[in-house]
DNA sequence: GCCCTGCTTCGAGGGAGATCGAAGGATCCG
DNA sequence: CGGATCCTTCGATCTCCCTCGAAGCAGGGC
């Protein structure tokens, strides 16, 4: 018993360990790059500290292509946090700004050079369908496309990366590249200066209700 | 934020913190040495961890007489145990042993020389009364002593000691390692061979409530 | 098929902290 | 007041493990 709970301790006790398993608090799965960044660490020193914490069953680690997407292990685990965050020092400034943070990415973001979250799933839902393992441009899609200045035809396929937030796709790949980046020119979104949280401005609202028929979130 | 789970962390890491909290997990309140005897340290090492506890705020210290007893900070450390066992691999037969005894422990116990827990607050209710900080032999109470063979005169003052379990002070001193003694001669009382715990025999069962007029717990 | 990207393994270096013996302050007992 | 007990501070030693560069493996995009 003594020795279980002095291992669990000992994998909180790692400061990159410690905001890794803090981003995964709200339920995400994220792969390693991308914790190696949150942590401040190196790919390697992230892969081994992942491993001790799938190890010792506080995570676990899906592979899908050539990425492993990481999570907590449950709610148990959730609950964990809770209860180490409840005993440290209160800070209300940072954990009110990490909450509205968290809120900023669930709801758009990008992911490396597309868009992500909720405003990415609506996105793909105004402009693809899914054919197997990828996406397909549908007519209306390549037309609402067009509209805004990305050239691309129907019929196209793009490919598809899961959404562990909303365990949906989105568009990735070459069409994913080139939407993000147009609607970065127009100004409808904005990008954070530390997140990857994106901004929808005014005009973003706009446009992409009228002319790229998305639902917004 | 993550500063401050990775601190907590290293807190509950080393193993003979870890069994120092557990040790305490019920409430209690011990004092160092005895908790360097749990966690299986030298009481240098024993002192230097709980400091570091206190200073994290999982402990509190209150200083009674050359002893200092430590305790958990409040309930959210007790909360923060639980979580952190129900995550740890599960050892059911570990964990209802260490409940086991320490019912065991909380029921009656050898404070160093003398009787302690629940059974050592009844037997000081059937002898002594409280007089200032220190407990008085009654005329009653030194009547039952001398019939069990523990001689002692009525109005003797004896050490109080502070049961934290119980809150209730207890006979220690002269007194109370006489008395003990005796106890343990009669075969009332057993030790136990690793922890502090006393078995109460069905001879002392009869002879603790018929002649020292014990009402037992 | 070639190259690129994501991730892991390996090896060496270095820093944080756990441990105990010895010694000293504090308190109590007789 | 003298001896004993409880606890802490100090200093030296040592072990654990965190860290990153280089290299290797695997899967995808084009």
């Not at 899961?162 to 127009?186: I, N, P, Y």
């Amino acid at each position: 018993m003594n020795a279980d709970v002095a291992s669990v301790g000992a994998l909180l006790a790692e400061p990159a360990r410690a905001k890794v398993l803090l981003a995964l608090g709200d339920g995400r799965a994220l792969p390693a790059t991308m914790l190696a960044a949150e942590a401040g660490v190196s790919a390697p020193t992230a892969s081994h500290h992942l491993a001790r914490l799938v190890d010792g069953g506080l995570l676990t680690v899906t592979s899908r292509g050539r990425h492993r997407y990481y999570a907590l292990a449950g709610q148990h685990v959730a609950e964990l946090l809770e209860a180490v965050a409840r005993v440290a020092p209160a800070q209300p400034v940072t954990s009110l700004r990490t909450g509205t943070r968290a809120h900023a990415l669930r709801y758009a973001r990008h992911c490396y050079d597309h868009l992500a979250g909720r405003l990415g799933v609506a996105v793909a839902d105004a402009l693809v369908v899914a054919r197997g393992d990828s996406l397909e441009l549908t007519d209306v899609g390549a037309g609402r496309l067009a509209a805004i200045g990305v050239g691309a035809s129907a019929g196209e396929s793009a490919r598809a990366c899961l959404d562990w937030t909303e365990q949906r796709h989105h568009v990735a790949g070459g069409l994913g590249r080139s939407l993000l980046q147009r609607l970065l020119e127009l100004e409808w979104l904005q990008r954070s200066d530390v997140t990857r949280a994106l901004r929808v401005t005014d005009a973003g609202r706009t446009g992409l209700e009228t002319e790229l028929g998305v639902t917004l979130p």
